[in-house]
């Protein structure tokens, strides 16, 4: 089970940190990132974190950091410099092994394991 929280409503240029706790039966070592969706929009990868790297959307670099504490199956998002587009459904994602190729890690047909989501809107 995966368990977001922490969005909310800001104001372009804010804020904004996201967690996601994991439970149940899966390894401290799997691989855990972070999906969008927007109204009338595909689902986009925004980070995907395995045992070795980072990747990030475009769209996000430089603005999104997110960083995951296995131990605790935590996931964190934290998102400065908010724009208006940033604006969608935020979901957690969690899978054994997305794949090597560092599109896998933000493609959203590698991951088997998603949250119910938590609303991020910027005006």
């Known amino acids: 089970q995966l368990v977001e929280s922490g969005g909310g409503s800001v104001q372009a240029g804010g804020s904004l940190r996201l967690t996601c706790e994991g439970s149940g039966s899966f390894h401290s070592t799997w691989c855990m990132g972070w999906f969008r969706q927007a109204p009338g929009k595909q689902r986009e990868g925004v980070a995907g974190?395995?045992?070795?790297?980072?990747v990030y959307a475009d769209s996000v670099k430089g603005r999104f950091t997110a960083s995951m504490d296995g131990s605790k199956r935590i996931i964190y998002l934290q998102m400065n410099n908010l724009k208006v587009e940033d604006t969608a459904m935020y979901y957690c994602?969690?899978?054994?092994?997305?794949?090597?190729?560092?599109?896998?890690?933000?493609?959203?047909?590698?991951?088997?394991?998603w949250g119910e989501g938590t609303q991020v809107t910027v005006s």
């Open positions: 974190i395995d045992r070795t790297r980072i």
């Open positions: 994602v969690l899978d054994p092994w997305p794949g090597y190729a560092p599109g896998a890690l933000i493609d959203p047909d590698k991951w088997k394991y």
